[in-house]
């Protein structure tokens, strides 16, 4: 719960010293995407799919349904062996739901998330779990508690 409050704050903060209704439009809370890790399910700060979209691969017109899903999509995200995969993605193009073989041709089950580099910070009510992926592999495993105190960690 600290965490929608932390956000809810920061969104309060960026709105007073934008002082305009399109700083709200900017700082409205996006319904977050989920990773299953160690057979636990967690919410995560950041959108790894995001990542791969760029020249040569144009992100397609996802249909936003919700203003707080405003990338028109949610994911859920798994660890398994140390590498990051695209699980389940929830979203619609031209009126039809999308599913992980039409954004990834011949991929029905997962997709291996080799483009993604950087942090991904997971919560579930207790400690922080924060996972450095390199090139879609796990580089490093921190969990911190709640006051950004090192509980466990790896390399």
Known sequence: MRIFVRIW?????LLIFTGGQQALAVVLIQRPDNLIYEGK????????????YGPGRPRPKFKVHNPDIRRGYTATWEIDKSTLYLKRISASVNGR?????????????RVAASWFTGKLRGFRGGPWL???IKDGKVANTEVLD???KKLKGEK
């Not at 704050?9 to 903060?13: D, R």
């Not at 399910?41 to 791969?52: C, Q």
């Not at 073989?101 to 089950?109: A, C, S, T, V």
């Open 41 to 52: 399910k967690y919410v995560i700060d950041s959108y790894p799919l995001e990542s791969y």
């Open 146 to 148: 709640n006051k950004n």
């Open 97 to 109: 739901q999308v599913f992980l073989d039409n954004l990834f041709p011949g991929q029905k089950d």
């Open 130 to 132: 924060i996972l450095t």
């Open 9 to 13: 704050l920061l969104a309060l903060g």
